[in-house]
């Protein structure tokens, strides 16, 4: 591939990062299955600890199926350089401990996913680093959330599980204006859908596992972002507190990144006839969905986003007990956490990926008991649909 050429996405996502001719003309990358590397010379292992010379140590601090991945997804987000590590909480754990000291301040958007959410109370409670939500509709909005120890502002979009969109555009703008850093989950996009880095984002996150990987076997992270900051976090906060992936599960996400594209426009295809299917259905009160015009986001989306994604939340007309009624008499559409994976998944929020939120900020993130969260997968759209009507009309 030719290093200076430019190429469209779809290209990239199978090519970018990698040259055979470097490992034994290998079509595919190599699994560096090793721990450590050796040196010929102590003079050589020496230079390498110093920063003297460029190679591989010891595989916590880098190994060359890893940094394909790495380079790969830079690419693809735009960004200088990436990182990857053993799943996505330690990518957003590694980015956040980077970021603040004790006494700072995290301004994130109304909703964040479960465990996001327990390692900043976490924090807090720990360390007196505080945070507080904001809905980040208009510039006045996030003014007010900013404080004289803010250090950085944290974004879902869309934010897990309700679907609400946040304007990237707007909050990097007042963010810069400010000096502050903005921090982007894009796990629910990939950079297929949306890229936040060239519209004013400094570090991007993906938990790796969701449609990176899109086959359900690998939990990974990564983040993307400045040379300077990547190499700092590899060096410090990764190095020192290990979470790093391993070389197979690096190749499991090459090879999942491989189909991407054409997966996400079927993931996309397949949410879009199933939330005109939903909006109908006289069972269901409301869905949250980007893709819907009459979703109060709609712009944003049109904005910032390719493609409306391939996750749907809908609430069920009833209670917490006829939702999960619901999904119990589910047969084809599995119920588990995670999504972008091939297989049609469906969870409860409330009592699963953000039942460590209070039921009180649950609450205030739009989180009801009767809310349900569809990742919708690669089967026939038609199969889903029935499940989902079969499931409906025994409730």
């Known amino acids: 591939m030719g290093k200076n050429k430019s190429y469209q996405f779809e290209t990239e996502v199978i090519h970018k990062g990698y040259d055979s001719n470097q490992f034994q003309d290998s079509l595919n990358p190599p699994i560096f299955q090793t721990s450590t590397f050796t040196f010929a010379t102590a003079e050589r292992g020496e230079k390498r600890f110093s920063g003297e010379e460029e190679g591989f140590i010891y595989s916590r601090l880098g ?10 997804m830079a690419a693809l987000e735009d960004g200088e350089a990436a990182l ?30 479960g465990c996001t959410f327990g390692l900043l109370q976490m924090m807090k409670e720990k360390y007196g680093i505080t945070h507080d939500f904001s809905p980040m509709s208009t510039r006045d909005e996030i003014e007010k959330a900013i404080r004289p120890e803010t250090v950085c502002i944290y974004v879902e979009t869309p934010i897990n599980p309700t679907m609400k969109l946040v304007d990237l555009e707007l909050v990097c703008s007042v963010a810069k204006e400010k000096g502050i850093q903005v921090v982007v989950d894009n796990t629910f996009c990939s950079p297929y859908l949306q ?6 984002a400094d570090i991007v996150i993906h938990s790796a596992t969701k449609y990176i990987g899109g086959h359900g076997d690998v939990i990974a992270g990564i983040i993307v972002g400045k040379r300077a ?3 700092e976090v590899r060096m410090t906060t990764q190095k020192d507190i290990g979470g790093i992936i ?30 005109e299917f939903l909006s109908e259905h006289p069972k269901i009160e409301k869905i949250y969905y980007p893709g819907d015009p009459n979703h109060e986001d ?31 008499r589910l047969e084809l559409i599995k119920i ?3 999504l972008g ?45 029935d499940d989902l009507a079969s499931a409906l009309n025994g409730i």
């Not at 957003?92 to 109304?110: E, M, P, R």
């Not at 986003?305 to 007309?317: A, D, E, V, W, Y």
Request: glycine fraction near 6%.
């Open 63 to 72: 190994n060359p199926t890893v940094k394909v991945l790495e380079e790969r």
């Open 84 to 113: 990857a590590f053993g799943s996505g909480m330690a990518a957003v754990s590694a980015v956040l401990v980077s970021l603040t000291k004790t006494g700072d301040h995290i301004v994130c958007s109304q909703g964040i996913y």
């Open 195 to 200: 890229k936040p880095i060239p519209i004013g």
């Open 229 to 231: 900051f990547i190499d």
């Open 246 to 275: 391993s070389p197979f599960d690096a190749w499991l996400l090459l090879r999942g990144l491989k189909t991407l594209a054409v997966r996400l426009d079927r993931h996309c295809s397949n949410a879009s006839k199933l939330a």
């Open 298 to 328: 709609y712009p944003i989306m049109e904005k910032q986003m390719t493609q409306p994604g391939g996750l749907i939340s809908f609430t069920i007309k009833g209670s917490k007990e006829d939702a999960q009624r619901f999904m119990n």
């Open 336 to 338: 588990a956490v995670s």
């Open 341 to 385: 994976d091939a297989e049609t998944l469906i969870q409860h929020p409330a009592t699963m990926t953000h039942a460590v939120v209070p039921e009180n900020e649950r609450k205030k993130m739009g989180i009801e008991d009767h809310l349900l969260r569809l990742s919708v997968g690669l089967e026939a759209w038609e199969d889903i649909r």
